[in-house]
């Protein structure tokens, strides 16, 4: 049973959860190498997937969730994220989704799905700018009751690709139904335990937690403390080649402490730029000496990514200390 401990008034911001406290959920492994490139012979045309991952653990998690509801209905909520693909994950051209993995758990025998909705656009995030932007993409399942797991949704109708320099927006929605004192009806997202890298938002065009059309922009829930886990699978398609762990490039001391050096054989640094585990894109200063400054990096695995003046990115994995 679900039992909803705060409800705020009609279409209300309510907090619900189980009756047991978390869930261990270990078939998702937010770890390893975020980017795999392939490289092709035609027109020196390089793939690379990205897995855009928010949230800091993926396996264990909460059951708790923030929602808009009101007794006796189904008001539709939709949970969504915000990718800055240039920003945060150093995506400088179009960009192709291939699926989207929700962690979830259905509440209700007759009502267990959620979908899953895309846009793209430049500006804030913001109803207006998400409707003008709304793609066509969608995706789809119908959640086991009461008890969790994680599905990589492929897309059953596909999304326009990602205009480089568009920022993605990607919503979780589901009709939430409230019973007398339980919950009856929608699907509980996974609420991830120890935090987030960006914000979750409640609130999409079409759903309820607009309160009558006043809202002008999704709700951040980061005050909340909650952390919905799902995330974004995808590639781009870029001219120019990628190599990983090239002979051209030298990095050291690896690993490293306070700095590394970058070498390159027969071309000139371009741009360099660091990202984690998860791809997402780490500030770092790097100098015309050479220098990548990692001192402020934390203990652990990152990917050295280094372009040059002929449009040729090399790849290499560093270790701090």
């Known amino acids: ?12 911001l309510s907090s619900v959860t189980f009756a047991q406290n978390s869930n261990e959920i270990k078939s ?13 012979s035609n027109n020196n045309l390089a793939s690379q997937d990205y897995t855009l991952i928010q949230y800091k653990d993926g396996n264990t998690f909460d059951n708790s969730l923030l929602s808009c509801s009101q007794q006796g209905q189904v008001i539709t909520n939709a949970w969504s994220r915000l990718y800055d693909l240039k920003k945060d994950y150093g995506i400088d051209s179009d960009f192709e989704i291939k699926s989207v993995t929700v962690a979830g758990a259905g509440m209700g025998d007759d009502n267990n799905s959620a979908e899953v909705a895309f846009s793209q656009f430049a500006g804030a995030y913001t109803f207006a700018n998400i409707t003008a932007g709304m793609g066509s993409g969608y ?20 999304q326009e690709t990602i205009k480089a320099g568009n920022k993605l927006a990607v919503a979780v929605i589901t009709g939430v139904e409230v019973g007398t004192q339980y919950l009856e009806g929608g699907v509980m997202v996974g609420n991830n335990k120890k935090g987030q890298t960006h914000p979750t938002y409640l609130g999409w065009p079409g ?3 607009v309160s009558g ?3 002008t922009a999704p709700t951040n829930l980061s005050s909340y403390e909650v952390s919905y886990i799902f995330h974004v699978t995808g590639s781009t398609e870029t001219m ?3 190599e990983l762990g090239s002979t051209k490039l030298a990095v050291y001391p690896n690993p490293a402490t306070t700095e590394v050096n970058i070498k390159l054989e027969g071309s000139k640094v371009a741009d360099v730029t660091v ?4 791809g997402r894109v780490i500030p770092v200063k790097f100098s015309k000496d050479g220098k990548v400054d990692t001192s402020k990096l934390s203990t652990g695995v990152y990917f050295l990514r280094v372009k040059d003046d002929k449009g040729v990115t090399r790849i290499q994995k560093i270790i701090k200390k």
């Open 28 to 40: 998702l492994k937010a770890q390893g190498l975020a980017e795999k490139t392939v490289i092709n």
């Open 275 to 278: 990202a984690d585990v998860t």
């Open 139 to 158: 995706a789809a399942h119908n959640f086991t009751v009461d008890e969790f797991e994680v599905v990589e949704l492929e897309l059953l109708e596909p």
């Open 1 to 12: 049973m679900k039992k909803i401990f705060t409800l705020l008034s009609i279409v209300a």
């Open 240 to 242: 120019g080649t990628v």
């Open 207 to 209: 759903t309820g937690c």
């Open 213 to 215: 059309g006043t809202n």
